[in-house]
């Protein structure tokens, strides 16, 4: 049986319009319904960061995907985690979306600055409290989410292949 496991990834958008932001999260409801998946998107016209969580070869081929999608670019893994359960079990994909690239209405933690949304320099410690937190509000239920993972992941250093980083953090038996 495979194991339930949550990433965290964060990309620069290569450019397309904010309008587009609408196509991508009916193409993510659709297919992460169908494979089984869960999680939040927040994109700030310039920067995404995404959450997902499901069974571990699905989130595998769903990261491949968007490691190879055209309109992301450094791509960079920040967490791998094993879960006990859900972070966002209603949402085949939530998301928090502002055109005007400041994320100030989310005040979910008030030692990260939304206002120079930046998760690329945000450590696996923000990331987790980051979607924690967001999770809790969006479904009102703090609990414990999550095990941290016995092996260091060191999402600060700038992978060539994003995909490497998830086998690498998988083979750790996740």
């Known amino acids: ?100 690239q400041t994320l100030r209405g989310l005040k979910l933690m008030p030692h990260i600055s939304l206002s120079g949304f930046a998760p690329h320099a945000w450590s696996e410690s923000d990331v987790t409290t980051f979607m924690t937190s967001l999770s809790d509000y969006l479904t009102r239920r703090p609990a414990a989410k999550s095990e941290r993972l016995h092996a260091k992941v060191e999402p600060r250093k700038p992978a060539a292949d994003p995909m490497a980083s998830l086998d690498r953090c998988l083979r750790r038996d996740v």
Not at 30 to 42: F, H, M, P
């Open 1 to 100: 049986m495979s194991k339930l496991v949550g990433i965290a990834y964060c990309s620069s958008s290569t450019g397309f319009s904010f309008d587009e932001i609408d196509g991508i999260l009916q193409v993510s409801h659709r297919n992460n319904a169908r494979d089984g998946l869960t999680g939040a998107l927040v994109y700030d016209n310039k920067t995404f960061l995404q959450w997902l969580e499901g069974d571990e070869v699905a989130i595998r081929d769903v990261f491949e995907r968007i490691s190879g999608d055209s309109r992301h670019t450094d791509i960079k893994l920040l967490t791998v985690r094993r879960l006990e359960d859900r972070w966002f079990p209603d949402w085949s994909m939530t998301a928090a979306v502002t055109e005007s």
